[in-house]
Nanobody, 118 residues
Framework: QVQLVESGGGLVQAGGSLRLSCVAS????????MGWYRQAPGKQRELVAR???????DYADTVKGRFTIPRDNAKNTVHLQMNSLTPEDTAVYYC????????????WGPGTQVTVSS
């Protein structure tokens, strides 16, 4: 079992920046992907960005060029650096960990609120 703890959410004005962090409770030695999803009110949860244990990154089209997803495997941590924020980025952001072993195990953090004011 793995617990994920997120931090760094908050209120920011449009055009500003925030950095989210997610720490896993233990080291992961299997192939895995860590990422961030978000869910705005009345909308489905959507992928924001993810990074594999090998370093391959994927970004949603809506955040390309504005968000980056650094990862520190030694600290079991993934970040989401969010720049040039807009009110459309307002959502609850969830950290996700997928471990590919004999089966695929999927873990979620409790979520952190990001609110961008206009």
């Amino acid at each position: 079992q793995v617990q994920l703890v997120e931090s760094g959410g908050g209120l920011v004005q449009a055009g500003g920046s925030l950095r989210l962090s997610c720490v896993a409770s233990r080291s992961i030695f299997s192939i895995n992907t860590m990422g961030w999803y978000r869910q705005a009110p009345g909308k489905q949860r959507e992928l924001v960005a993810r990074i594999s244990s090998g370093g391959t990154r994927d970004y949603a089209d809506t955040v390309k060029g504005r968000f980056t997803i650094p990862r520190d495997n030694a600290k079991n941590t993934v970040h989401l650096q969010m720049n040039s924020l807009t009110p459309e980025d307002t959502a609850v952001y969830y950290c996700n960990l997928r471990i590919y072993d004999s089966t695929m195990n999927n873990y979620w953090g409790p979520g952190t609120q990001v609110t961008v004011s206009s």
